[in-house]
């Protein structure tokens, strides 16, 4: 598995971006995406996820603000992040483990910033 992320950039507080993380192989509708984001000097954390059956899972931080989305005829999962805030500034990736793989596959990560 491959994954591809895309969609970052640099937007005013309270404007929206949306991130898409492009699976490469066979299966995709058979396995869960994440999207995790690391702030600079901090921790990776998981802000968003959608198993195969389309259902998602949000922390606090984010619930209301960002919709995460599947295109399984595009191999592609979205991450639409509204209302953003300087503190949702960090470098965003999408992540998957396939249930028959034993690995964590990451996406090479894109960079959100948020000016106040």
């Known amino acids: 598995v491959q994954l591809q992320a895309s969609g970052g950039g640099l937007v005013q507080a309270g404007g929206s971006l949306r991130l898409s993380c492009a699976a490469s192989?066979?299966?995709?509708?058979?396995?869960?995406i994440d999207w995790y984001r690391q702030p600079p000097g901090k921790q990776r954390v998981l802000v968003a996820s959608?198993?195969?059956?389309?259902?998602?899972l949000y922390p606090n931080s984010v619930k209301v603000r960002f919709t995460i989305s599947r295109d399984n005829a595009k191999n592609t999962v979205y991450l639409q992040m509204d209302n953003l805030k300087p503190e949702d500034t960090a470098t965003y990736y999408c992540a998957t483990m396939p249930p028959w793989e034993s690995d964590y596959y990451w996406g090479q990560g894109t960079q959100v910033t948020v000016s106040s």
């Open positions: 959608i198993s195969a059956s389309g259902n998602t």
């Open positions: 192989g066979s299966s995709f509708s058979s396995y869960a």
